[in-house]
Nanobody
Framework: QVQVVESGGGLVQAGGSLRLSCAAS????????MGWFRQAPGKKRELVAA????????KYVDSVKGRFTISRDNAKNTVYLQMNSLKPEDTAVYYC????????????????WGQGTQVTVSS
């Protein structure tokens, strides 16, 4: 099982950038797909970006395509989310978690969610 700690959130103006980090532990990390999720107040948690075990394949929700980039460093057991051109609607708590990354979709297994990291984008 993969345990995670998210960091890097903060307050930024619209158009700005942030880089989130997800420090993972557990032997399964280097063979696991990973995903970044977000949950805004009053909304369901949604998958924002996912990456396969090697970093060679990624997927994004349409609303962040071209603005966000997910990457990973298996030597450092860390997954990143580079967020550029941020918009107020990106405001949410961001979480990372292990996922089942498949060619046509991403499955989210039962997950013990971490505390996440708050991202607030002001207009």
């Amino acid at each position: 099982q993969v345990q995670v700690v998210e960091s890097g959130g903060g307050l930024v103006q619209a158009g700005g950038s942030l880089r989130l980090s997800c420090a993972a532990s557990g032997r399964a990390f280097s063979t696991s797909g990973m995903g970044w999720f977000r949950q805004a107040p009053g909304k369901k948690r949604e998958l924002v970006a996912a990456i396969n075990w090697s970093g060679g394949s990624t997927k994004y929700v349409d609303s962040v395509k071209g603005r966000f980039t997910i990457s990973r460093d298996n030597a450092k057991n860390t997954v990143y989310l580079q967020m550029n051109s941020l918009k107020p609607e990106d405001t949410a708590v961001y979480y990372c978690a292990a996922v089942v990354y498949r060619e046509y979709d991403v499955m989210v297994p039962p997950t013990n969610w971490g505390q996440g990291t708050q991202v607030t984008v002001s207009s």
